[in-house]
């Protein structure tokens, strides 16, 4: 089972009287081209911007997250983080040494997670911040 995976890497960017939040890169910190689902936008006084941004994270912290496996021979090789309610897809990783013959000879970067068809089994995550 791992532990410790960030699933995800949020931020705030804060401009005189307006705020940005949404996923950024995890080690630019820049925000996405395209804005996600997540997105939030706020105008106003500090006070305002400052309790936006706290109820955006407190949503996010408190939003159900699940770690979706497919299994062969025991192995998980494929793991898909999604937000529980919506699937919507938020990090994935896949192992092409476990994997079925018929997959690991495409090699590690000719699988698409998404074309795997159902997962064996969903975990439910807890969020640690």
Do not use: C
């Amino acid at each position: 089972m791992p532990t410790g995976v960030a699933i995800m890497t949020v931020g705030v960017h804060f401009s005189r009287d307006k705020i940005v939040g949404d996923q950024v890169h995890n080690q630019l910190t820049t925000l996405p081209a395209t804005p996600t689902a997540i997105e939030l936008r706020a105008v106003g006084s500090a006070r305002v911007l400052a309790k936006s941004t706290s109820e955006w994270l407190r949503v996010l912290a408190t939003r159900g997250y699940a770690r979706e496996e497919w299994v062969h021979e025991g192995a998980v090789y494929t793991r898909r983080y999604v937000v529980a309610d919506t699937g919507e897809p938020l990090a994935e990783s896949y192992d092409h040494m476990r994997a079925p013959s018929a997959l690991a000879a495409k090699g590690a970067q000719g699988v698409r997670v998404r074309e795997l068809g159902s997962s064996d089994r969903i975990v439910p995550l807890t969020v640690e911040y």
